[in-house]
Every structure is written in C-alpha cells, then in structure tokens.
C-alpha cells in the first residue's frame, strides 16, 4: 500500500474577460476582450494505492481544490450595471471542489483482466439571472440582467460514471500480443 498527499497553489493572471465599452444600463452595448481576469486555484489531494498483488489492484483518490477569482468571460467588468461580483474572489466556472476516482483490476484465469473504474466530482458553480425588460406600450426601451443569487452561488447536480471493462491478451507471438476489451 502506498498513501501520497499533494498540495497546491497556482495564481493565474491576465484571464480574458468581456468589458462593455459603453456603460449604458438601458441597452446592450459593444464589448470588447481584455486580459484583466484573475484567479487563484489551490487544492489537496490524497491518493492510496495497492500495487498487484493475490491478483488485483486498486487506486483511490480524493481532491479538495477550490478556484476563485475576480470575473469569468462573460462578466462585464468595467459595467457597474452587470457586474455582481466587483472584484471579490468568487468561484470560478471551473470550480470543482470535491472529485473522487476510485478503480481496480482484478485478475482472472485465461489471460482476463476485470477492470474497474468509478468517478464523482461536486457540480460546476452557476449564477442564477434573467433578464429585466422596460417597456413603453409594445416598445422595449430598456434591458437589464437581474441577478437572482450571488455570483456562482448554486451549483448543478454532481457528475457519477461508472465504467467496468472485460480485457482479453492473446499471444500472437513471442514479441507480439493483442489485447482486447468488451
């Protein structure tokens, strides 16, 4: 059996984001892409391994990480109108705090190898909006995003798969083998 614990930290500079060229609360307006985003990921990861032995294997590993930064793409950083974050550290869209992997093989007469594998990582963030729209008789005079919760504040549901694998070597010959999967 062999544990390993890892430990991370990584700050990432000059994120492309959307700014509105024309801070105009009543109407949609031009943007443009700068390199001003900012984000800091940092993470643990704790990993047990049994190498093959009595005819299986098995690997189990657990990360805590968490990324926050000032924006995603798709904020309007210089829009005061649409911007809900202001510059706080706020989960990014990639966040992923919680993921487990866990697989093993095991060994079976005639050259057979069962392999499996399963995976569950915490959902991606998101912030929940809709559009606020003014108007006057039939006209729409004005446009505006309503943010109904703070910047990637819920989360979706969280992602499982389980995949399981029937192997199969032949030896075709002493330097060549094939090996399939079902």
Known sequence: WLLSVTGSFKEIENLV?????????NRLSQM????????KY???EFKLKKELS?????RLGYTYSRTKGTMNWYDFA?????????????PMDWDIPHSIKL???????????LIGIYYYQTGY??????????????????????????????RMKSYRKFDLTLSKIFTLTERFTLKTYL
């Open 54 to 58: 009595h005819n299986w294997s098995m």
């Open 17 to 25: 984001v959307l700014v509105d060229i024309e801070k105009n609360p």
């Open 125 to 154: 963030p998101y912030t929940k909006w809709h559009w606020d729209w003014t108007y006057a008789g039939d006209d729409v005079v004005g446009i505006e995003r309503v943010y109904d919760s703070a910047k990637n504040a819920k």
């Open 103 to 113: 697989s093993g093989t095991y060994a079976l007469p005639w050259n057979l190898t």
């Open 78 to 90: 210089a829009n005061p109108y649409t911007n809900p974050n202001r510059g706080e550290l706020v």
């Open 32 to 39: 443009t892409a700068q390199n001003i985003g900012y984000a």
């Open 42 to 44: 940092w993470g643990l």
